[in-house]
């Protein structure tokens, strides 16, 4: 069983049908001791970082989604998922996160690519994981796949060895990072057809 975090923000049932779509089951709860206890949880997002930690803490999420990190169980972060585990955001001002991973989230410059990035982009391995070996929500996924992404915001992680994949856009940035039992992803796999299914299909059997 899949547990998604609903905190008010987020593709929740887009998460879970792509879960349902894999012969994967899957639930949405807000319901903190639910999450404690999960097997694997998926912490999804859209939306401005201090909006996000506001709705955790107005749904009393915070703690238990932090206790069930600590478990050292499956974690999967997508999009604003992936940024609420580092230590600040500028958005709106600086913000807190889980901090979690060491770093902060950045905006994109001014340039001349447009703001937010959406749509289609590859995504490129970077080095290897401290202990050699490949992430394994990537396995069976092609060097240089496609997938989707909305955000004007990214991480810059303190510790380099987190991360597994960049992607340019002006600018290379961190789109996906792997620690131990966790792993959060800039880009969106629901919305991503095949490589995307391919990821929550691999996040199921880790």
Known sequence: ????????????????????????????????????????????????FQDAIQHLEQFHLTEPIRTFLEKKKPFLGICLGLQLLFAESEEGGLSKGFGVLNGRVRRFPEGPLKVPHIGWNSIRRVGENARGQECPLLEGIPEGSYFYFVHSYYVDPVDTSVIVTQTDYGTPFTSMIWKENLIATQFHPEKSQQWGLKLLENFARF
């Open 1 to 48: 069983m899949i547990t998604i975090v609903d905190y008010g923000m987020g593709n929740l049932r887009s998460v879970a049908k792509g879960f349902e779509r894999l012969g994967v089951s899957a639930r949405v709860t807000q319901d903190p001791q639910e999450i404690t206890s999960a097997s694997k949880l998926v912490l999804p997002g859209v939306g401005a």
